[in-house]
Structure formats: structure tokens, C-alpha cells
């Protein structure tokens, strides 16, 4: 079986078959360069690596939601490999949404359709930049959709009792640190853009939001594990530098860390 799945949550994999006790073999086909003889091969869908699907059997695609945003190389190669295999599942962790453009791709990876193409032109139309559903494919569509997908909203509905093992009692605390008052959201007319207006006013506005930060980033974390997400890059920078001048452990990720980074990230963290 081949399993495909982020870099990120290849070690969560791992990590989970050993919690279980699952004793079939697991191979990195990153580090075997894409060969395994039995059980399951494991790899990232962001690896470019050749695999050869001769006697594979089944597919399995985590975080599948990557078949409507990836880039037309990464879903074609997606759906190659798929068309080669008999069993196919795709799991996504985002239902919503769940437009057609989701359901076209899912229909191509699992074989249902044989292009996107055909799946629009069997339910939908286009009204200007929308596809609308035609009204006497309403219930062939949905007929159609329950033949090969489904919701799991609970894991008790896979035979999980209790949802989740019962020696596990998430605590998850959310402590809000008031941060700049009225963020861009009052400006007045002007010929000044808003992106020229941050410009102006964003270095001000950060010395003090830094220095509140500073005094609150102890009482905000308070030795939990914590995330905070930032929307501009000054933001992360200055926040950074004043978590670490605080003493915290603290890592950051920007766009310019590279996947393998996240991954050691993610798991320290």
C-alpha cells in the first residue's frame, strides 16, 4: 500500500503505528529512493521521487484537499498514480467547502470520472463565474456522490469506542493578548493607500504593541505550548525577538523555512 501524505505528518504516521501496535512494515520512500518490497510505503506529497506501482494494491492520500489547490503538476502526478491502483481513499480534514471543484477533483483521483471536465458538463453549467447545479441533476448528483464519498464527523461511526482513547484529556486554554487598537479598520478617505498608510503608521504602531507584548508574553503562554499566528512579517519579526528576550523557548516559521525545517519544528513541537 502507498501512502501519501505531507512531509509534516509523515513522523505523525510513524508515531501513530507504534501507539497502536501496528506491526506492518513502513517504508520511508524518501530514504529508500522510492523501492519497498511489502507492507507500507510512505512518502510526501511535495517528492517528486519515481514510484513504481507495480503490485501496490492501494492508495492512500492524507490531507487530499491538496487535488484542488496543488498546481496542475503535482495533481496530474497525483492522479497518475491513483489510475494505476485498484483501491483508492482520499481523506481531508477540511469539509468545508466542499464545492464542485472539490468534488471534481476526488471524482478524477478515485476514478469516477475521467476528467473534471466530464464532471461538470454531467451536473453543472456556468453562469457567468459560477457553476450552478442543473435543476434534473440534483438528485443524480447527489446519488452520484454518495456511490463513493462520505462523512466521518465522529471516529465512533469507524467502531472507536469512546471517540478517542480515554486516558487523553485535552486541556486547551485561550488566552487573548490585546494587541494595536483599531488595526487599519478606521481610516478615513484618502488618497493615501492603505498599504502606504501601514507603511507609514506600522513602525510606531509596533514599538508599542511590542512593548505590551513583552509584558503579557509570560502571562499569555503561562508553560503551555503555544501558537501565535501573525499577519505581517514585522509583526512575526518583532513578536520573535521579544518572546525570545523574555527567556521563552521559541521557534518561527516564515515562508522562507523549508519543509524539512517545519517538519523538526512541528515535532519539537
Given at each position: 500500500?502507498?501512502?501519501?501524505?505531507?512531509?509534516?505528518?509523515m513522523?505523525?504516521?510513524?508515531?501513530?503505528?507504534?501507539?497502536?501496535?501496528?506491526?506492518?512494515?513502513?517504508?520511508?520512500?524518501?530514504?529508500?529512493?522510492?523501492?519497498?518490497?511489502?507492507?507500507?510505503?510512505?512518502?510526501?506529497?511535495?517528492?517528486?521521487?519515481?514510484?513504481?506501482?507495480r503490485?501496490?494494491?492501494g492508495?492512500?492520500?492524507d490531507?487530499?484537499?491538496?487535488?484542488?489547490?496543488?498546481?496542475?503538476?503535482?495533481?496530474?502526478?497525483?492522479?497518475?498514480?491513483?489510475?494505476r491502483?485498484?483501491c483508492?481513499?482520499?481523506?481531508?480534514?477540511?469539509?468545508?467547502?466542499n464545492?464542485?471543484?472539490?468534488?471534481?477533483?476526488?471524482?478524477?483521483?478515485?476514478?469516477?470520472?475521467?476528467?473534471?471536465?466530464?464532471?461538470?458538463?454531467?451536473?453543472?453549467?456556468?453562469?457567468?463565474?459560477?457553476?450552478?447545479?442543473?435543476?434534473?441533476?440534483?438528485?443524480?448528483?447527489?446519488?452520484?456522490?454518495?456511490?463513493?464519498g462520505?462523512?466521518?464527523?465522529?471516529?465512533?461511526?469507524?467502531?472507536?469506542?469512546?471517540?478517542r482513547?480515554?486516558?487523553?484529556?485535552?486541556?486547551?486554554?485561550?488566552?487573548?493578548v490585546?494587541?494595536?487598537?483599531?488595526?487599519?479598520?478606521?481610516?478615513?478617505?484618502?488618497?493615501?493607500?492603505?498599504?502606504?498608510?501601514?507603511?507609514?503608521?506600522?513602525?510606531?504602531?509596533?514599538?508599542?504593541?511590542?512593548?505590551?507584548?513583552?509584558?503579557?508574553?509570560?502571562?499569555?503562554?503561562?508553560?503551555?505550548?503555544?501558537?501565535?499566528?501573525?499577519n505581517?512579517?514585522?509583526?512575526?519579526?518583532?513578536?520573535?525577538?521579544?518572546?525570545?528576550?523574555?527567556?521563552?523557548?521559541?521557534?518561527?516559521?516564515?515562508?522562507?523555512?523549508?519543509?524539512?525545517?517545519?517538519?523538526?519544528?512541528?515535532?519539537?513541537f
Amino acid at each position: 500500500v502507498l501512502f501519501v501524505c505531507p512531509l509534516s505528518v509523515m513522523q505523525e504516521f510513524y508515531n501513530d503505528a507504534e501507539f497502536f501496535g501496528i506491526d506492518t512494515p513502513v517504508t520511508n520512500l524518501r530514504e529508500s529512493n522510492g523501492l519497498w518490497e511489502e507492507g507500507i510505503g510512505i512518502i510526501n506529497t511535495e517528492s517528486n521521487l519515481e514510484i513504481d506501482t507495480r503490485g501496490v494494491i492501494g492508495i492512500a492520500l492524507d490531507e487530499s484537499s491538496i487535488l484542488k489547490n496543488a498546481d496542475g503538476k503535482t495533481k496530474k502526478r497525483l492522479v497518475g498514480l491513483a489510475g494505476r491502483i485498484e483501491c483508492r481513499l482520499a481523506c481531508s480534514a477540511t469539509p468545508a467547502p466542499n464545492d464542485q471543484s472539490d468534488y471534481a477533483s476526488h471524482a478524477t483521483f478515485l476514478g469516477y470520472d475521467d476528467t473534471e471536465k466530464s464532471f461538470y458538463s454531467r451536473f453543472f453549467r456556468k453562469n457567468g463565474n459560477d457553476w450552478l447545479i442543473k435543476p434534473h441533476a440534483v438528485i443524480p448528483f447527489y446519488k452520484y456522490l454518495s456511490t463513493w464519498g462520505c462523512y466521518i464527523h465522529d471516529p465512533e461511526k469507524l467502531g472507536f469506542k469512546h471517540g478517542r482513547s480515554e486516558d487523553e484529556d485535552p486541556n486547551i486554554i485561550f488566552n487573548k493578548v490585546r494587541g494595536g487598537e483599531g488595526l487599519f479598520n478606521t481610516l478615513i478617505q484618502t488618497s493615501i493607500s492603505a498599504s502606504e498608510m501601514r507603511r507609514v503608521i506600522e513602525p510606531y504602531r509596533m514599538r508599542k504593541d511590542t512593548d505590551r507584548f513583552k509584558s503579557n508574553i509570560k502571562l499569555a503562554c503561562n508553560g503551555k505550548k503555544t501558537v501565535l499566528w501573525c499577519n505581517r512579517n514585522e509583526e512575526e519579526s518583532n513578536y520573535y525577538k521579544a518572546i525570545k528576550y523574555e527567556g521563552v523557548n521559541v521557534a518561527l516559521v516564515t515562508g522562507k523555512t523549508t519543509v524539512e525545517q517545519r517538519n523538526q519544528i512541528v515535532q519539537d513541537f
